[in-house]
């Protein structure tokens, strides 16, 4: 109980630490009034703007605003919009929940059997073949994979949708576009655990006991090799809630990670910092969750 | 034992000889443009150019000339980014595996630092605080540290439990001299296979960011930005802005991630117990 | 169970309903607070669903929209008489109450960004039910212009519902009514019958915002978009090609021009350490001009979707003078006359050569400054502008940055020759921004980066500021620009960037010169 109490309060203070940083952080990149003031605003009127959103207060006091208010779930106001930043965030989540999990979706759909076949077919051609393209796929540039798919499905065949997310036919492009390093990654994963397992002694006593290999394959090995397979998706959906910036801009997706990038791109401070803290709270759960969950399966790790 | 991957290799050294010589070996100066030789296709289609192997750009920019260029900016961000996050992750790793008090500092730090994703910070920083190679290479150098402390600090506890330094301990060797002579050779595998990991990795984060247009400023040879400049004529039938230099980068990645797998296969110390 | 049988049919009938309306933008609207905002986007969004007393019609005249007419009391005091019988979404009539109170918040809100616009009105307050009365602090003979920005909310409604509320579920008296929206993604409107002028037609509408040029003309050419603003002049041919679609160009307002360096001597920063800076002499900037191919870049950069630009106004704004017109490109002419100036090549490599303080020579290095995410094909310009200059024998690089870093360093005068634009329907507002010398207290000259000075131009521009008579304003400024584009050289003009627009096949539109796209303008074929 103490490991798992002491787990959440170091959670917390990354939380609040990456908080506190990227605020101080904010405030070297220079005087936001340059940018929230439009051109044709006296200097008089421009105080007067710099008032109304508490800039000009000292740092110190700024830093206590934010943190009272982020204490009570209070992330800012959204200077271009006006908007809360949490709402803003909020009313985006959906869309980029959905394609994450549509890409880890389509990731597990391939990655898991295809990283089976790898391990048991251990330095066939097929595994070869398919070590290879794993390789490739984590080799390959992100973005560039989104154009590739783009020039190919919208631009030649005319089949897909490029833009938006109406519809599921929206969805197929960029899913794919984020699923192509995660498979890649999953078959990696799932076929040096596999062999891992397969190597060890009581899958080889349940050979010896003459268990068809069937068997052995998915009742011993594919469950041992599950856990770390289900934490490296969790890890993952992390990753994705956040890293999904550049399929988004590609695919004029209206998600959280183009608002985030538009937001950096218009240096609007309040939804920017609520990003990153928001990113920074998911990762932190996720990693509390997993450290938990190991901890339940393992109680060894708890005293290491 | 795997053999040494020599066909990836050689691709491999052949991309980096290139990038380094790219000032003699690329036919045109990268930037030169004329806009009267405005989007030639490659020269193996009608209406291409033999000057322009691989056709040129909506300035009229030689694409061979670039993707050299790119690739030499590729190659130096992973290794000079690397080489900081090495510099700095891996010191702090060894006292913060030998030092209970700092340990647990250090790997604080390397909480809230792993808390954020490298890209994200990256992008942040980078975003607000303006583009350009030598802050790429700074920002994204520094923010590496946390996994090389992480990894460093985890085989010295391992290693500090081992007879020979319990030995030299029990002797009175002094504490630097243990952590320098003794430890650090024998943490340096763990240390290479993360280097075989963070080059590739690096690689496409510098692409990644200049496609964003956050990474190099804009009158660096960038595949990154080549591919967001192309994505602009994506739909006018120009294809070869966009397709040659990701396949260009996408090689460079690939070699490196297969000498890397050879790497670790060879050099992880756990691997090779698997193996035997 | 039966409920949701009827729920689901009305659904499915819904859906089979008449088709949404599709227009694509560049960008989104980030709020739907009509006076918070002062971006172009944003505007037009709003504009859907808010109205305001005067508006800009297509051919660049201020029209009255909500206003029946405005009528001038003194100097300081207008009176507005409104239109009667218009309605708000919610059923209400606009009454004075609303356009007063509506007035004064454009005017003082805290966070206002149209105060640049409405900010010299003190006092609004109704006189009877359909007339208003407004006070300013200083005269300005444009009220009835600047009462473009504000636009006419409802009171009761505003007070009942709060700042939040309203823009959750925002009401004007436009032609659309709002229905959902996703904050700088889309928005979804219905036509509103109670409209009190010519109802649009189609009767539901969704704006959506399309970032990447080439993704929205792929929408346009499949179908899912009806209009798609700014396609790319790389696509022209494509959609005109397809059959389903064709490109509308409208001249626009905003003006891309080259300024130089006025006020250093010594110690510009876009030139070799301790060289002397030849563009305070007029004769030089006039050999820039004169170097400068505008229609090679309108033609091979701008692929035809821009115009050649005669001087700074473009011929929609009042003040435009004819007689103004461009040097010819003459790169010969150019180069000697910086020879003749002293600039010469004197060691024979060359290249043109300044003079430095301490009596040396150095070569004739000039970096451009430009943004490159700002105008259309602004970076490429940039490229092409140094290529022209390098013809003549100056050593001339480009610095292209995003804007974020360029404005900035434009305000605080680190450039020598910079490229930027300016886009304004009000001239009296460009003259005094840009053309009347800088002040202390930032009231005249905010623009004017490199400080161009002339005493004979600041006392015009402050007289036409002041002068109520459209004749003798217009007057006044065209004698101002004549002085300062021809004999000071003031400023480089290049070209006025068109507005585009990609429109499928069966709809009638035409975009207007301000950049505002409104779905309300397009008519069934």
Known sequence: MRYFFVRFLQMLFAVWAVATLVFLFLQLTGDPMELLAPEDMTEAQVEELRKAYGLDKPIHVQYLVYMKNLLRGDLGVSWTSG?????LLAQRFPATLKLVLVALGIAILFGLPGGVWAAVRADSLVDRALRFLSVVGI??????????????????????????????????????????????LFLRMIRSTMLDVLSQDYVRTARAKGLPERVVVYKHALRNALIPFVTLVGLQFGHLMAGAVVTEWIFAWPGMNRLALNALFTEDRPVILAFVVLTAAIFAAVNFVVDVLYGLIDPRVRYA | MRRFPWLTALVLFALVLSAIFAPWIAPHPPLEGDLLRQHLPPAWLPGGDPRFPLGTDEQGRDILSNILYGLRVSLSVGFFAVLISVFIGVPLGLLAGYSRRFGEIVMRAVDVQLSIPTFLIALVVLALWGSGLLKLILVIGIVGWAEYARLVRGAVLAEREREYVLAAEALGVPTSRILFRHILPNVLSVVLVQVSVDVPRVILLEATLSFLGVGVSIETPSIGLMVKRGMDYLFSGVWWTTVLPGLALMLLVLTTNLLGDWTRDAFDPRRRLVRS | ??????????????????????????????????????????????????????????????????????????????????????????????????????????????????????????????????????????????????????????????????????????????????????????????????????????????????????????????????????????????????GVATVKQTPGVRVIYIALDYWREYGSEGLPEGAKNPFLDPRARKAIYMAIDAEAIVKKIMGGAATVAEQFLAPIHEGYNPEIKRFSYDPKAAKKILEDLGYGDTNGDGWLELPTKEGGRVPFKLRIDAPNDRYLNDAQIAQALANMLRKIGIQAEVNAVPKKVFFPNMTKGHFTMYMAGWGSMDSINTALSLFHSKDESGLYGRFNRMRYQNPEVDRLIEEAARTFDKKKREDLLKKAMYIAMVEDVAYIPLHYENVIAGVRKGVRFTPRPDEYLHAFAAEKE
Do not use: C
């Open chain 3, 1 to 242: 169970m039966r409920r949701l049988l009827v729920a689901l049919l009305a659904l499915l009938t819904l859906g089979y309903a008449e088709k949404t309306f599709v227009v694509a933008y560049q960008g989104g609207a980030v709020t739907l607070d009509p006076h918070m905002r002062n971006e172009t986007t944003t505007l037009a969004w709003q504009q859907h669903i808010f109205e305001t007393p005067f508006f800009y019609d297509p051919e660049g005249r201020v029209v009255p929209v909500l206003a029946e007419k405005i009528e001038q009391i003194d100097e300081n005091t207008w009176k507005l008489y409104l239109k009667k019988g218009v309605k708000f979404h919610d059923g209400t009539e606009m009454t004075a109450e609303d356009v007063a109170f509506s007035i004064l918040r454009a005017a003082t809100h805290e966070k206002s960004q149209m105060k640049g616009y409405v900010g010299k009105v003190s006092e609004a307050k109704p006189l009877d039910r359909y007339t208003v009365l407004i006070k300013t602090k200083v005269p300005d003979p444009l009220l009835p212009a600047h009462l473009d920005h504000a636009a006419v909310v409802p009171k009761a409604y505003f007070e009942k519902v709060g700042e939040e509320g309203f823009n959750k579920h925002p009401i004007g008296t436009g032609p659309y009514k709002f229905v959902s929206w996703l904050n700088g993604d889309h928005l979804n409107l219905e036509a509103f019958e109670g409209y009190w002028g010519k109802k649009p037609d189609f009767k539901r509408v969704k704006l959506v915002n399309i970032p990447n040029g080439a993704t929205r003309v792929a929408a346009l050419l499949s179908g899912e978009v009806d209009i798609a603003e700014k396609v790319l002049p790389q696509d022209f041919a494509r959609v005109e090609r397809s």
């Open chain 1, 83 to 87: 908007e809360p930043a949490l709402a």
């Open chain 1, 139 to 184: 080799s390959a540039p992100t973005f560039w994979i989104g154009i590739m798919l783009i020039l190919i499905f919208s631009v030649t065949l005319g089949w897909l949708p490029s833009a938006g997310a109406q519809s599921w036919k929206h969805y197929i492009l960029p899913g794919v576009t984020l699923s192509f390093y995660r498979i890649a």
